[in-house]
Nanobody, 129 residues
Framework: QVQLVESGGGLVQAGGSLRLSCAAS????????VGWFRQAPGKERDFGAA????????YYTDSVEGRFTISRDNAKNTVYLQMNSLRDEDTAVYYC??????????????????????WGQGTQVTVSS
């Protein structure tokens, strides 16, 4: 019903920047909350950032807050993750995910991957020092 495709990953030096894109098809993202999650080899998938349709409120995990910015362009049906001041520990496969936004779902709930219905295939981000 909703297809998500991530792009923008690659190799970057520590301290550098990348912008990831999550492009949707099949249904507009305008009514969806979208999250970015990341997973390093051998590690569990962790929450990174999310943006909801309701009020365009954003949420970040502590390790990226102040360095990453999530935004959305509904006209382009795309959500972005601007990543600055990248560190070695940011190396991971980054996934975007979407779920229909409802006002009774809290921001804390949106930090849980299990609540999302649609996932992209991921894009690799490698930070080299």
């Amino acid at each position: 019903q909703v297809q998500l495709v991530e792009s923008g990953g690659g190799l970057v030096q520590a301290g550098g920047s990348l912008r990831l894109s999550c492009a949707a098809s099949g249904r507009t993202l305008s009514t969806y909350a979208v999250g970015w999650f990341r997973q390093a080899p051998g590690k569990e998938r962790d929450f990174g950032a999310a943006i909801r349709e309701i009020g365009a409120i954003t949420y970040y995990t502590d390790s990226v807050e102040g360095r990453f910015t999530i935004s959305r362009d509904n006209a382009k049906n795309t959500v972005y993750l601007q990543m600055n001041s990248l560190r070695d520990e940011d190396t991971a496969v980054y996934y975007c995910a979407a779920v229909a936004d409802v006002n009774y779902r809290s921001g804390e709930v949106l930090k849980r991957g299990a609540v999302y219905d649609y996932w992209g295939q991921g894009t690799q981000v490698t930070v080299s020092s």
